[in-house]
Structures are given as structure tokens and as C-alpha cells.
């Protein structure tokens, strides 16, 4: 097991801790670029509470507002036209996984010359991977992603149908304040998103992996129990605030390295077929998640059955005849799949009204924006175009 591990997001969570918002952002910059969704957070109070916070702290504050679901290009070359007009020297992202992510471009392509699409790895020849940044300052309001403290991004390029990712060590939030109190106000359907989302966040990482971090295991699956637990109670009664702070550190843990330090993890496939069908049909990111995973599980587990095994028996505290017990995996794959169902998420596409028409542009497509140079989508296993197909026909 060799790793380096590196995060150098401070975290500062707890209920009311968007009011040391100007606090913290007024250590990195003077001119505050404010980055929002579709409106949720001035419904709230929660938009006025940030701003008085940053300009009792003597920062002026620039908005840029309106950031989509599925963050599109053409809002972060906005939101960096908007920085660079007004001289911002710090970034501020107040919203879901889509604000956060489209802060961490923004806040590098105001420093970039080039066409910001050009950091977005695509398949193209040439990835410009930004090394600068300015410093930017997250305040989630939605569990889910656990973009508030890692290095990554994913956006969309609704001119040629794509989306896909950018990772730099300059995207790394300089402070993310987790305020559980945020998240109160957010609907069931989006919560039941949040939690599917955070859970296959450790999945595709714990089951492409190594078998050799039997440590990060036990966390992958604390934090895939615990939400499992929590989910539904913040489903049930939004304003449950124990279950809220759960779900939120949940997230956090989920995507910001820790879990997966030492797997060696080949490939995140389940998200990367998802990122190609919502490009197409712009649907929710973990509603397409909920979709493909049991799916992929299911073509995963006849080769990776010992790992699947221990999922099933850790998970949901199935009983297994040993690690070749596929009736075993299968098993807790279905428990899983039913546990999405539970909690409002669909897992078929024909409820999202997808059919079979686009399935081999959707293969070909996720291969061209990532493969393992032998036309593999990396993974364990590693996927043909075939075997993308027929697992995506087996999610319909």
C-alpha cells in the first residue's frame, strides 16, 4: 500500500457556521466574486446572511447567480467575465455540488487567457490543467458531492453534448464552512439525490480498488452505513437536524480522498457513463447514478466477486458460503438497488422517459472522453464498448 494524501481545505463544521463566512473569506481577498444556483438560497434568507457576513467583514460583493444544474460552460465563462470586470481576488461559492463546481473553473479561468473548456478533460489532445487559481471559499447547501473540499470538477458543454471533469491541486477550496442548517429547506427528492450520490461516490471507489486497505474499507463502509441510516431520516423529516449533520459529513468524507487513499482505484466507470447520458438528456446527476450502479454491479461482480461478496456481508449483513458466492453478491446488489428505490430514487431509464435509440452513441461517446488507450473504459473490470452497451440495456 503506497499513497500520498493531500487536502488543504480547512473545514469548519457545525450549525451557524455561514456567519464566520466573512471571517475566513476576508483572510484570502478584499473583492468577493458570490457564486449561486438557481435562486433556492435567496428564497431561504441564506444568500442575505452570507452577504451581510462577507460586508461586515469589509468585503464588497459581486454576484453571479444562476449557475444550472449540471454547471454549463457558458456560466463559468460568465461568472469569469464578472470576476475579471470587478477585480475579484477571492471566489465564494454558496450552493450544491453545480455552484461549487462551476466556482472552481471560474476561480481558475479568471487566470487563464484560453477558452476555459480547454481545462475540461474531453478527449482532446491538449488539456490545459490549470496550476492557478484564485482562492475560493465553499459553503454547501446541499449534502452530496463533496465538492467543498476536493480538487475536482464536472461541466458541461451544451453546444457539443459533453461533460466531463478537471482535477488540479489549484482547485482545492482554500475553506469550506459546513453549516447542516443549510440543508433544512432542501426537498425530499433533492435530499434522496444527495444521499445516492454520496453513497456511490465510496462505492465506485471501494469496488475499484485494491483488496489490500482492509482500513479504508472499514471507512468506505462506515460511511455508506451511515448514510444508509441517516438518509432516510433526513428524508422523512427534513428538519431533523442530527440526521442533517449526518448525511452532511457523509458527503464531506465521501469524495474528499480520505476513503479512497491506498485503493489505487483504476477508474470511476459508473460515473463516467452517467456523465455521457446526462450530457445527452440533462437529467439529475444522481438520479443517472442510481440508474447505472446496480447495473454496473451486477457486470462487476462476476469478475470481481470477492469484493461484492464483502459488500453484501458488511452492508447488509448477508451470509456468504465464501468469497466465490455470487449468489451472495448478487444478493446485496438487489438489497441495494431496492434501498434506492426506498428512498425516491429511480433505477431504471425508462422512468426518465430514456429509451435504446442512443445507447452505442452513449458507449462510444463515454470511450472517446476517457479510455485506457486500448479502447477500455478504465475500471475493475475494464469495460469494452460491448459491455457498456449491454450494461446500460440492462439498466432501461
Excluded at 271 to 284: F, G, K, P
Excluded at 357 to 368: D, F, N, P, S, V
Aim: some cysteine.
Amino acid at each position: 500500500m503506497r499513497f500520498d494524501y493531500y487536502n488543504p481545505t480547512q473545514l469548519t463544521f457545525g450549525a451557524g457556521s455561514i456567519s464566520r463566512l466573512g471571517e475566513v473569506t476576508a483572510k484570502y481577498g478584499k473583492r468577493a466574486l458570490l457564486v449561486t444556483g438557481g435562486g433556492s438560497v435567496k428564497r431561504s434568507g441564506t444568500f442575505d446572511r452570507a452577504v451581510k457576513s462577507l460586508e461586515a467583514a469589509g468585503l464588497s460583493v459581486f454576484e453571479c447567480a444562476g449557475v444550472e444544474p449540471n454547471p454549463k460552460i457558458t456560466s463559468v465563462k460568465r461568472g469569469a467575465t464578472i470576476a475579471r470586470e470587478n477585480d475579484c481576488d477571492v471566489v465564494v461559492a454558496l450552493g450544491g455540488g453545480s455552484t461549487m463546481d462551476a466556482s472552481k473553473v471560474i476561480a481558475a479561468s479568471v487566470l487563464y487567457d484560453g477558452d476555459p473548456w480547454d481545462m475540461i478533460f474531453h478527449g482532446q489532445e491538449n488539456v490545459h490543467v490549470p496550476t492557478e487559481a484564485l482562492p475560493l471559499i465553499t459553503i454547501p447547501t446541499l449534502a452530496a458531492t463533496g465538492s467543498e473540499a476536493n480538487n475536482g470538477a464536472v461541466i458541461s458543454n451544451e453546444d457539443t453534448q459533453e461533460k466531463s471533469f478537471v482535477k488540479a491541486d489549484c482547485l482545492y477550496p482554500k475553506a469550506a464552512l459546513l453549516d447542516p442548517e443549510l440543508t433544512l429547506s432542501v426537498p425530499k427528492n433533492q435530499t434522496s439525490y444527495g444521499v445516492c450520490d454520496l453513497i456511490t461516490h465510496v462505492t465506485e471507489g471501494y469496488l475499484n480498488s485494491t483488496d489490500t486497505t482492509p482500513i479504508q474499507d472499514r471507512f468506505a463502509e462506515g460511511v455508506i452505513l451511515t448514510a444508509m441510516e441517516y438518509g432516510p431520516k433526513a428524508i422523512a423529516d427534513g428538519s431533523d437536524l442530527e440526521a442533517r449533520e449526518q448525511v452532511q459529513w457523509a458527503a464531506t468524507l465521501a469524495l474528499n480522498g480520505w476513503v479512497q487513499a491506498g485503493g489505487g482505484s483504476t477508474g470511476y466507470p459508473v460515473h463516467m457513463m452517467e456523465h455521457t447520458v446526462s450530457a445527452y438528456h440533462d437529467i439529475t446527476h444522481a438520479a443517472g447514478l442510481a440508474i447505472i450502479n446496480p447495473a454496473w454491479m451486477r457486470f462487476a461482480a462476476k469478475t470481481n466477486t470477492a469484493k461484492f461478496v464483502q459488500f453484501s456481508e458488511r452492508i447488509f449483513g448477508l451470509k456468504s458460503n465464501g468469497p466465490d458466492d455470487l449468489d451472495c453478491a448478487l444478493a446485496g446488489i438487489d438489497r441495494f438497488e431496492t434501498f434506492l428505490k426506498s428512498i425516491g430514487c429511480p433505477t431504471r431509464f425508462s422512468e426518465l422517459g430514456i429509451d435504446d435509440k442512443l445507447i452505442e452513441t452513449y458507449a462510444k461517446e463515454t470511450l472517446r472522453i476517457i479510455n485506457d488507450g486500448n479502447g477500455n473504459l478504465p475500471g475493475v473490470p475494464l469495460m469494452s464498448e460491448q459491455d457498456i452497451i449491454d450494461v446500460l440495456k440492462a439498466a432501461l
